[in-house]
């Protein structure tokens, strides 16, 4: 099958990157993972959200896309399904899909905000979670109380605290089966600090003011789009943060983007290539997901813009944190970035 090259289009600026670096084609790899945001509305509207989620929104995906969905990842092979949001809890067929899913044996992934779990009805959520053995990923932007409500809005970081060790006397962050992975985003026009030393950092701070346990640490830039984007513009830092971004352009980063190894489902069934540009409605080239075909999704060329460069910048960047090892220079970066 021919594949489309950057010649045969419009070029953006990552585009001219990949050239410059000898990517020609810059297409999917693989579908391991399919990630479906399942609805927009959630119980906080935080600073960094590039979805622009907030209790206002009322988009939520159908059940009758949602069985869409798993067929999808059945045709293509995946392994996991990765269920996002606004807080995805509040989608009215969560839970149906979520046992649907574990009845055709994928692994269950739900990213979180934690604060729900605190508000009816679904305060049982960390037994129903505990007892599907669902793969949790949490936002805690932060293991410092000023930076997470700064960040995401008063009382948040204890109420977040709150869940996690209700999470913890579960078995979450302890037991193999029940794994609780944390999500740091910078407060400001930074890159994220080296992976493995924040995650270390969490553990010592977490775990002696509070007992807390979790699995693993994911560092995740924030892209210039939704709300970050518009901070960006009134403190007068958009333009020397997308020139950070530029600069530390990781080319080993590219082969393993997220956008080349999952599919996104929005959530009226639209197809794209990551949660990123599904915020900028940049769809893939691949239609609605009644129409999924994995051989034409695989073959498609990824939508590229600016933005892109968030995820190549020093270490990497995924929904699932880091893409490849990095040492002192990317937080030398981030601190002058920051200053």
């Known amino acids: 099958m021919n594949l489309p090259i950057l010649s045969n289009r419009m070029e953006n600026s990552f585009d001219r990157r990949l050239r410059e670096a000898g990517e020609e084609r810059f297409n999917g790899l693989s579908i391991h993972t399919v990630q479906v945001n399942v609805g927009l509305k959630c119980n906080l509207a935080c600073h960094h959200c590039h979805v622009e989620s907030s209790p206002k929104r009322t988009e939520e995906m159908t059940w009758e896309t949602m069985e869409m969905v798993l067929r999808a990842a059945e045709k293509a092979g995946a392994r996991t399904i990765d269920i996002t949001g606004g807080a995805p809890e509040m989608n009215p067929q969560f839970r149906r899909f979520v046992d649907a899913a574990i009845a055709r044996r994928y692994e269950v992934m739900v990213r979180t905000n934690l604060t729900i779990m605190l508000e009816e009805p679904y305060t049982d959520l960390p037994e129903f979670y505990a007892a599907r053995r669902v793969h949790l990923v949490a936002s ?97 830092y958009a333009e020397k943060y997308q020139d950070l971004l530029e600069r530390t352009f990781n080319q080993s980063t590219v082969n393993e983007l997220m956008c080349r190894h999952q599919l996104h ?34 073959a498609r060329r990824i939508a590229t813009g600016p933005h892109c460069f968030g995820c190549t910048a020093g270490a990497g960047s995924s929904c699932g944190g880091s893409l490849v090892a990095d040492g002192a220079g990317t937080a030398n970066l981030a601190r002058g970035a920051a200053g």
């Open 265 to 298: 489902v929005g959530w009226d069934g639209t197809t794209y290539d990551c949660d990123f540009n599904y915020a900028l409605k940049l769809p893939a080239n691949a239609g609605h997901i009644r129409d999924f075909d994995p051989a034409t999704f695989l």
């Open 140 to 236: 805690l932007p932060c293991y410092l109380e000023t930076n997470v409500d700064r960040q995401r809005g008063k009382h948040v970081y204890q109420e977040s605290v709150e869940i996690i060790q209700r999470l913890n006397a579960l078995g979450y962050g302890t037991r193999e089966e029940l794994p609780l992975d944390l999500v740091y985003n910078p407060g400001g026009p930074s890159l994220p600090p080296e992976q493995g030393a924040l995650e270390s950092a969490y553990r010592r701070e977490l775990g002696s003011h509070f007992g807390i346990r979790f699995t693993r640490l994911y560092t995740i830039t924030n892209l210039p789009i939704g709300r970050f984007q518009h901070d960006l513009q009134r403190q007068g």
